[in-house]
Every structure is written in C-alpha cells, then in structure tokens.
C-alpha cells in the first residue's frame, strides 16, 4: 500500500516544519487559547503486509489544538513519514515497492484525565487523543484513523511530551495489495503557548492583595491616614 515516494518526503518534511515554526513563533507573540506542537518519532509497520515489504522509518508531524476547559480540547495534525525499504516481494511477479511515504491531515480530539493536577499549564499529564482524516500514500488518498498515549511534562515555557502513536491507514478492495497499513511510532513532541495564556488568565481574575503601609492593621483603602498608624485604642479618631 505504501508507495515508493522518497523524492516527496523531504518537502513533506519541510512543510510540517515551517508550518510548526511558524505556529511556534505566534504562540510566543500572542497569549491567546491555541497550543501549538512540533513532534518527531520512530515509526514501525506492524501489519503483516507492510512489515515484509518495509522496515523501521521516522515521521514528524505539526499540531494545532483549542482548549475547551482544562481535560478537553479539539484541533488538527499534519504528519507524514518515511519508512526504510525492507526485503524484495516473494512473489516474482510483483515490483519491490521500495521507499514507503506516507502524508496525512487529521481532526483530532484530546482528553487529559488529570488535566487539575496543575492548574498553570493546559497541556501537562496524561495525554489520549483519538483521531480521523486522510493520508496520501502511493497515488491515492485513504482514510486514516489514529490514536495516541501520552504524558505532557513542563519544562519552562513548554511542554514536552513523550508519546506512543498508532496510524491505521484504511485500505479497500485494491486488486494489487488489500492489506491494512498499522504503524506504531514512539517519539517526543513539544507543545508551545502552554503556560502564558493560562498564567495571564489566572492574573486578571485574581485581586491584588490588600495594603497596609502604616501596619496598623486597617487596610489603606479603609483607613483615613493611611501614612500614619492607629493608637492602642483601635478608634477611628484623628490619629
């Protein structure tokens, strides 16, 4: 199913990238809801099929996601990826397919369980994601299904989070090949706009605190001399 396409996978590549770089840099400009993710990872075909005709490979891929409160949130993923070419076809008849390439866009939805346990970060903890779209592999496009696990670890103002991801490349009727395409990936992304736009919602709904210059126990806002500070008697008189 996976086709010899190594000449795509290298601008494949170069646009997840300028696409995540850019995401990147206007997480870090603007403080609104959106996360933004860059991520890389090893990926293996499982399937039967596709694991005699290919062998280990990388992908990469580019995430948008909104927030909705602190255990949902929806977005979009663009990821591709390359796999080594593996032993020739038993069957004589068939044409070694070579290089495998794959390229996808995906709706994605996200769930964090333990999304409360810090509440300055929208992206730390547990991490399952379910997810539908199309790749591109070969000459056709296909549906694609995929599903993620994984844990968001905050480390200043990013999150980075390790993760194990399957991609289920839907085949139908194909005369030549009718075989599923599974791939298990294992790699790290790293999540941008994490903790500003949380941090700055956090500040404008919490008052500051109170003053007391003179440390007389009656609030600046309250006290008539606020410079000077109140007798032993605790009446609100000239002093």
Request: hydrophobic letters at 50%; zero cysteines; proline letters at 0%.
């Given at each position: 199913m996976l086709r010899r396409r190594a000449r795509c996978f290298t601008p494949v590549v170069a646009l997840i990238a300028a696409l995540g770089s850019g995401a990147s840099q206007?997480?870090?400009a603007d403080d609104g809801p959106w996360l933004f993710s860059l991520g890389a990872a090893a990926s293996l075909p499982v399937s039967d099929s596709q694991h005699a005709l290919f062998g280990p490979g990388?992908?990469?891929q580019a995430a948008v996601a909104l927030p909705f409160g602190r255990h949902v949130?929806?977005?979009a993923?663009?990821?591709?990826?390359?796999l080594s070419d593996g032993p020739r076809p038993p069957d004589v008849n068939r044409l070694d397919p070579g290089l495998g390439t794959w390229l996808g866009l995906s709706l994605a939805l996200t769930l964090r369980p333990l999304g409360d346990l810090d509440p300055t970060r929208r992206a730390t903890g547990l991490l399952v994601s379910v997810e539908a779209g199309g790749a591109w592999t070969g000459a056709l496009v296909r549906p694609a299904l995929s599903g993620a696990l994984g844990w968001g670890i905050a480390w200043e103002e990013i999150t980075v989070t390790p993760e194990v991801r399957v991609l289920h490349v839907v085949q139908f009727e194909d005369p030549i090949d009718a075989s599923q395409a599974v791939l298990v990936s294992a790699g790290?992304?790293?999540v941008f706009g994490d903790?500003?736009?949380i941090d700055a919602t956090i500040a404008e709904g919490v008052p500051d605190p109170p003053t007391d210059r003179d440390q007389d126990r009656v609030f600046?806002?309250?006290d008539a001399c606020p410079d000077v500070p109140e007798d032993a008697d605790d009446l609100a008189d000239e002093d």
């Open positions: 206007a997480a870090r990388a992908s990469a949130a929806g977005g993923r663009l990821f591709g990826g390359l790290v992304s790293v903790s500003s736009a600046d806002d309250v």
